[in-house]
């Protein structure tokens, strides 16, 4: 299989398509005057995980691929994942439900169970803790935490022949998105792509993994530099290791260099593009659905970080793959509906924008950790241990304590938290559902509103913590990641969300939406009733008429 220049996903959707007539070009089509107003026969939602809206503002003026297309849509670039914790699981529980985290029961992702039968007592979003022997990470991946329908589901709720397709390259992505009933469901265990242990592997998912392991098994050659890169292409030294101009070149058989690189995102869109043709998505009776989840950027943010070569790449990478997928959608003859957007954003290393006129920027204290404060409580107490565990902002307190012990370590790790430096806010799970939904624009949200988004009483902490503006919950970069996100800061929750369908009027409307937004505003143009989101529709015609229409 030949790989041209180090482009991917014209040779990889070559591979996977039973039929030699698809022609492969990134054309963008002239929409015609009107809107559309008949249902589309096919929903494409996409998912670009850590596309910031920081990010697509930086690269739109250099688009000329799939991304031009989409520009030529409806734009919203300050869409909002607005809930406190904006991580992988919790964003993309979001997309597809029109619900928030508080609603769809996903927090994070992971969370303190302190019954589960494990010592650490941490669950992942996409497990099924019940397994003998698993744990957060060897896991068997189950939908079983999400608690609301996704808008696949709704589909089939109301036409049972509706197909529902969710493929990713990571396992949180493919089940929130896809939810719990679905047709095929596929995604990246970092050595191929698989799904529940009970389903049988179709053509075009075995076609994906010959092509995909014939593509490891060679060296991959640096990947050309777009001359507009020029201003990123700088080293950076980060724990003793170099970063920042990096091409993607990897040795024959380095799978993690592929999940860590543009490749794998071609992969996967091929593989969508395969399902696609081989099921006939979109050409019986009724509107199917196809979820893809596009994890690459967010490999290469949290190893390389956003400002360095390796991104300014992986967008321009991105761009043509979205090109050429959409072209071989335009060869099917299918009446397509796109919307693409992201589960956060992201906050670029803390070393490199120290060097970039932030100053401020810093790695969390150690001191912060649940573990070591709650060590400083029990020993000020005279408990043993630590009294308090933590993921991330959710902070527990030991359950085995006395009611009356645990009402004590509460007000003190709270006294503790609110006095340090690093910390913006610390609440307790009272204060928190004491406090309304939001109903404002999300930009202007208090912090507690921000933590009461994402707040699920049966998985949350017994208080939330949260760290003040540029300061990463990164401790050392030493351990792997030189970047995150997970904040309750705009860096980290503001995305873009475009929409695109042939025919549709294009405009841009800069003011706030949310991400929930995406499946009312999307029902509407199935013309499928739903009620009790916390979204609202988003009418995608700039004229006096309205898709938001009953």
Same mark, same amino acid.
């Given at each position: 299989?030949? &790989?041209?220049?180090?482009?991917?996903?014209?040779?990889?959707?070559? *591979?996977?398509?039973? +039929?030699?007539?698809?022609?492969?070009?990134?054309?963008?089509?002239?929409?015609?005057?009107?809107?559309?107003?008949?249902?589309?026969?096919?929903?494409? *939602?996409?998912?670009?995980d850590?596309?910031?809206?920081?990010?697509?503002?930086?690269?739109?003026?250099h688009?000329?691929g799939g991304?031009?297309r989409? &520009?030529?849509?409806?734009?919203?670039?300050?869409?909002?994942?607005?809930? *406190?914790?904006?991580?992988?699981?919790p964003?993309?529980?979001?997309?597809?439900?029109?619900?928030?985290?508080?609603?769809?029961?996903?927090?994070?992702?992971?969370?303190?169970?302190?019954?589960?039968?494990?010592?650490?007592?941490? %669950?992942?979003?996409?497990?099924?803790?019940?397994?003998?022997?698993?744990?957060?990470?060897?896991y068997?991946?189950?939908?079983?935490?999400?608690?609301?329908?996704?808008?696949?589901?709704?589909?089939?709720?109301?036409?049972?022949?509706?197909?529902?397709?969710?493929?990713?390259?990571?396992?949180?992505?493919?089940?929130?998105?896809?939810?719990?009933?679905?047709?095929?469901?596929?995604?990246?265990?970092?050595?191929?792509?698989?799904?529940?242990?009970?389903?049988?592997?179709?053509?075009?998912?075995?076609?994906?993994?010959?092509?995909?392991?014939?593509?490891?098994?060679?060296?991959?050659?640096?990947?050309? &530099?777009?001359?507009?890169?020029?201003?990123?292409?700088?080293?950076?030294?980060?724990?003793g290791?170099?970063?920042?101009?990096?091409?993607?070149?990897?040795?024959?058989?380095?799978?993690?260099?592929?999940?860590?690189?543009?490749?794998?995102?071609?992969?996967?869109?091929?593989?969508?593009?395969a399902?696609?043709?081989?099921?006939?998505?979109g050409?019986?009776?009724?509107?199917?659905?196809?979820?893809?989840?596009?994890?690459?950027?967010?490999?290469?943010?949290?190893?390389?970080?956003?400002?360095?070569?390796?991104?300014?790449?992986?967008?321009?990478e991105?761009?043509?793959?979205?090109?050429?997928?959409?072209?071989?959608m335009?060869?099917?003859?299918?009446?397509?509906?796109?919307?693409?957007?992201?589960?956060?954003?992201?906050?670029?290393?803390?070393?490199?924008?120290?060097?970039?006129?932030?100053?401020?920027?810093?790695?969390?204290?150690?001191?912060?950790?649940a573990?070591?404060v709650?060590?400083?409580?029990?020993?000020d107490?005279g408990?043993?241990?630590?009294?308090?565990?933590?993921?991330?902002?959710?902070?527990?307190?030991?359950?085995?304590?006395?009611?009356? +012990?645990?009402?004590?370590?509460l007000?003190?790790?709270?006294?503790?938290?609110?006095?340090?430096?690093?910390?913006?806010?610390?609440?307790?799970?009272?204060?928190?559902? *004491?406090?309304?939904?939001?109903?404002?624009?999300?930009?202007?949200?208090?912090?507690?509103?921000?933590?009461?988004?994402?707040?699920?009483?049966?998985?949350?902490?017994?208080?939330? %913590?949260?760290?003040k503006?540029?300061?990463?919950?990164?401790v050392?970069?030493?351990?792997?990641?030189?970047?995150?996100?997970?904040?309750?800061?705009d860096?980290?929750?503001?995305?873009?969300?475009?929409?695109?369908?042939?025919?549709?009027?294009?405009?841009?409307?800069?003011?706030?939406?949310?991400? %929930?937004?995406?499946?009312?505003?999307?029902?509407?143009?199935?013309?499928?009733?739903?009620?009790?989101?916390?979204?609202?529709?988003?009418?995608?015609?700039?004229?006096?008429?309205?898709?938001?229409?009953?």
């Amino acid at each position: 299989m030949s &790989l041209a220049k180090g482009l991917f996903v014209k040779a990889l959707i070559a *591979a996977l398509l039973l +039929t030699s007539a698809v022609s492969v070009s990134a054309q963008t089509a002239a929409p015609p005057a009107a809107t559309p107003t008949t249902p589309p026969k096919l929903i494409v *939602a996409i998912s670009v995980d850590q596309f910031a809206a920081d990010l697509f503002q930086q690269y739109r003026n250099h688009y000329t691929g799939g991304f031009t297309r989409l &520009l030529n849509g409806a734009v919203f670039p300050s869409g909002y994942q607005s809930h *406190a914790a904006t991580e992988t699981c919790p964003g993309h529980s979001t997309i597809l439900t029109g619900m928030r985290p508080a609603h769809t029961g996903i927090i994070a992702n992971n969370w303190i169970d302190q019954r589960a039968g494990r010592p650490d007592k941490v %669950v992942y979003c996409s497990e099924d803790e019940r397994v003998a022997g698993s744990t957060h990470d060897s896991y068997t991946v189950s939908d079983m935490h999400l608690k609301v329908p996704t808008l696949g589901e709704m589909m089939k709720a109301r036409d049972p022949r509706t197909r529902s397709v969710s493929v990713a390259g990571k396992d949180r992505a493919a089940v929130m998105m896809g939810g719990h009933k679905v047709d095929e469901l596929w995604w990246w265990d970092g050595k191929t792509y698989v799904s529940y242990a009970s389903r049988a592997v179709p053509p075009a998912v075995q076609r994906t993994r010959d092509a995909v392991a014939a593509l490891i098994a060679k060296p991959q050659a640096a990947l050309p &530099l777009p001359g507009y890169c020029a201003g990123v292409n700088h080293p950076i030294v980060i724990a003793g290791k170099t970063y920042g101009q990096g091409r993607f070149e990897r040795e024959a058989g380095d799978a993690k260099g592929f999940r860590v690189s543009p490749a794998s995102d071609a992969a996967v869109f091929a593989m969508a593009a395969a399902l696609v043709q081989d099921m006939k998505l979109g050409k019986g009776p009724q509107t199917d659905i196809i979820d893809i989840g596009a994890s690459a950027t967010d490999y290469v943010g949290h190893t390389y970080g956003t400002q360095g070569t390796e991104m300014c790449i992986q967008m321009a990478e991105l761009d043509k793959t979205l090109g050429d997928f959409f072209a071989v959608m335009d060869e099917t003859g299918v009446d397509y509906e796109v919307v693409l957007t992201a589960d956060h954003g992201a906050h670029d290393a803390t070393e490199r924008q120290q060097q970039r006129a932030m100053p401020m920027e810093a790695h969390m204290d150690e001191n912060v950790l649940a573990k070591q404060v709650g060590t400083a409580i029990a020993k000020d107490m005279g408990l043993p241990g630590s009294v308090l565990l933590g993921t991330e902002g959710d902070v527990y307190i030991d359950d085995t304590l006395p009611a009356k +012990t645990q009402a004590k370590v509460l007000a003190e790790a709270l006294r503790r938290y609110r006095a340090m430096q690093q910390i913006a806010g610390a609440y307790s799970a009272a204060e928190i559902m *004491a406090t309304p939904m939001a109903k404002s624009p999300p930009e202007t949200w208090t912090l507690i509103e921000r933590a009461r988004a994402s707040f699920y009483p049966e998985r949350s902490g017994q208080m939330v %913590v949260l760290l003040k503006p540029r300061v990463t919950t990164i401790v050392s970069p030493a351990g792997g990641y030189v970047e995150t996100h997970g904040s309750p800061w705009d860096y980290d929750r503001r995305v873009p969300i475009l929409f695109w369908r042939k025919g549709m009027t294009g405009f841009e409307q800069p003011l706030s939406v949310e991400t %929930v937004d995406i499946v009312p505003t999307l029902a509407a143009t199935i013309r499928l009733p739903v009620s009790g989101l916390d979204g609202r529709c988003l009418d995608l015609d700039p004229s006096a008429a309205t898709t938001c229409a009953n």
